[in-house]
C-alpha cells in the first residue's frame, strides 16, 4: 500500500472507510458535520494531525458537489451575497492554519463545542433569532473570522457557519447550496494551509485519497433523505446535528 496506508491496520482502515461513509450520510442529510465526523472518528484512532489530513480531501471534494448542486451560477451568487464573510474566513483560516502545534486543543474545543450547544438548545426550546440579510457587517465579519480561525486550526468551520445562516432562516436548499460554496473555498484554503504547514504531504495524502469514494457513497444515501424532509423537520435535523457535534466538542476537551 503507498504511503501511511502502509503502516495502519487493515482493522483501523476498514473502521476509517465506516467513518467516512457516515460522515457522507450526515454532510448529505444537513450539508455539513463532515469534517466534525471524520476528525472526532479518525481521531480516536489516529493521530490528530493525521486524522486532519485524512479530511481534506474528501472535505474538499464534497462541498464542491454540494456547492454546485443547482448549478454554476447558483453558486456565484452565493459568492456574490458571501463575499465579505468568505473573505475574512478565508484569510483567518490561512493565518490559524500554523498555529496547529501551538494552541492548546482542549481550549479551542471549549470555545467552539460550548457556545453551540447552548445556541442549538435555546433554538430546539422554541427560540428563534432572526437576522436581516443585511446590515449587519460587523456580525458577518465576526461570524466569519471565528469560522475561518477555528477551521484552520482543527478542521472544524461547519458549526458558527450553519448558526449563523439558520440565524438568517435561509431556505433550505438555499442553505445546502451556501454551505457548499462557503466550506468548498474553506477547504481549498484548508489544502493550501496544510499543504504549507506539512500536515498534507505525499505520504499522508493518500489516506485521505482512500477516504474520498466511501465519503460520497455516503452523501449520495444522506442527500436522499434530505430531499424528502421540509424545511421545519431540515431545520430540526441540523440543530440536532449541531447540539451532538457541540457536546462531542466539549467531551474531547474535558477527557
Request: aromatic fraction near 6%; include cysteine.
Amino acid at each position: 500500500m503507498p504511503g501511511i496506508l502502509a503502516e495502519l491496520s487493515p482493522f483501523i482502515l476498514l473502521c476509517a472507510v465506516g467513518i467516512a461513509v457516515l460522515s457522507g450520510v450526515i454532510k448529505g442529510l444537513v450539508g455539513f458535520a463532515m469534517p466534525m465526523v471524520l476528525v472526532s472518528g479518525l481521531g480516536s484512532l489516529i493521530a490528530p494531525e493525521l486524522a486532519l489530513a485524512g479530511l481534506i480531501v474528501p472535505t474538499l471534494l464534497a462541498n464542491g458537489v454540494q456547492a454546485l448542486a443547482q448549478g454554476p451560477q447558483a453558486a456565484m451568487q452565493s459568492v456574490r451575497r458571501f463575499r465579505l464573510f468568505l473573505g475574512i474566513a478565508f484569510v483567518m483560516l490561512l493565518l490559524s492554519a500554523q498555529l496547529v502545534a501551538v494552541v492548546p486543543t482542549q481550549v479551542l474545543l471549549l470555545m467552539i463545542g460550548g457556545p453551540i450547544i447552548v445556541f442549538a438548545i435555546l433554538q430546539l426550546a422554541g427560540w428563534q433569532p432572526r437576522v436581516a440579510d443585511s446590515g449587519h457587517r460587523g456580525l458577518e465579519i465576526g461570524v466569519g473570522a471565528f469560522a475561518g480561525f477555528i477551521g484552520g486550526f482543527s478542521g472544524i468551520w461547519g458549526p458558527p457557519t450553519v448558526a449563523y445562516l439558520t440565524a438568517l432562516g435561509t431556505e433550505k436548499r438555499e442553505q445546502m447550496r451556501v454551505q457548499g460554496v462557503i466550506y468548498g473555498l474553506g477547504a481549498v484554503a484548508l489544502t493550501l494551509a496544510h499543504i504549507g504547514s506539512g500536515v498534507l504531504n505525499t505520504k499522508t495524502v493518500w489516506l485521505s485519497v482512500l477516504l474520498l469514494p466511501p465519503a460520497l457513497v455516503g452523501m449520495w444515501i444522506g442527500k436522499q433523505g434530505q430531499d424528502r424532509i421540509d424545511q421545519k423537520a431540515f431545520r430540526r435535523a441540523t440543530l440536532l446535528v449541531l447540539l451532538v457535534a457541540g457536546l462531542n466538542l466539549v467531551r474531547r476537551a474535558l477527557l
